[in-house]
Antibody
Framework: QVQLQESGPGLVKPSGTLSLTCDVS?????????WSWVRQPPTKGLEWIGE???????KYNPSLKGRVTISVDKSKNQILLNLKSVTAADTAVYYC????????????????WGQGTQVTVSS | DIQMTQSPSSLSASVGDRVTITCRAS??????LNWYQQKPGKAPKLLIY???SLQNGVPSRFGGSGSGTDFTLTISGLQPEDFATYYC?????????FGQGTKLEIK
């Protein structure tokens, strides 16, 4: 079964760039699935960051105002996240998740999820 | 963005109880509504997708219903492992959005 594992620096300085990797095992990212990033600030709810298909199709949450870039490394079976110009508001646990879709485009859900990685923005 | 509002924000119940959590969307989302369970320090886990379909391996005491703007998650016969935080999520429009969560605690 597919498993996801996030990794990256746990501490990023304000105005810097947050860079995370999601390693996908048990299956190829080059399938019909899309791959998403979701974050969860401390004691708060879940926020969708964006998603990517291995073909290059990408969508981002407009709330991140052009600061985010999601890409894939097919050779390493990884999903990558870059978030620039970070502030304390970007402190969160970051999750990657596989997006599963039914025949109807809007019928989709996230499963499975990685265990998450904590990122703190602080000087 | 579609706003998802869950109620209550927290709930105390006992093992064996039947509990209901409500999720309301700011506009109609048809049946494009999922439910997740999250335990402290863990990733969310999919319970129910497209309003009422039970994810493989999820106990049948979990049930989902609703359509349009109003949805419910029902847990019949609470078990100790069910005490967690529950989130609804709409996928009718991009960006997909989540409710603020309902924390289910032991009474």
């Amino acid at each position: 079964q597919v498993q996801l594992q996030e990794s990256g620096p746990g501490l990023v300085k304000p105005s810097g760039t947050l860079s995370l990797t999601c390693d996908v095992s048990g299956g190829s990212i080059s399938t019909s699935y899309l791959w998403s990033w979701v974050r969860q600030p401390p004691t708060k709810g879940l926020e969708w960051i964006g998603e990517i298909h291995h073909s290059g199709s990408i969508k981002y949450n407009p709330s991140l105002k052009g600061r985010v870039t999601i890409s894939v490394d097919k050779s390493k079976n990884q999903i990558l996240l870059n978030l620039k110009s970070v502030t304390a508001a970007d402190t969160a646990v970051y999750y990657c998740a596989r997006k599963v879709s039914a025949a109807i485009m809007w019928a989709n859900w996230f499963d499975p999820w990685g265990q998450g990685t904590q990122v703190t923005v602080s000087s | 963005d579609i706003q998802m509002t869950q109620s209550p924000s927290s709930l105390s119940a006992s093992v064996g109880d039947r509990v209901t959590i409500t999720c309301r969307a700011s506009q109609s989302i048809s049946s494009y509504l999922n439910w997740y369970q999250q335990k402290p320090g863990k990733a969310p886990k999919l319970l129910i997708y497209t309003e009422s379909s039970l994810q493989n391996g999820v106990p049948s005491r979990f049930g989902g219903s609703g359509s349009g703007t109003d949805f419910t998650l029902t847990i019949s016969g609470l078990q100790p492992e069910d005490f967690a935080t529950y989130y609804c999520q709409q996928t009718s429009t991009t960006p997909p959005t989540f409710g603020q969560g309902t924390k289910l605690e032991i009474k």
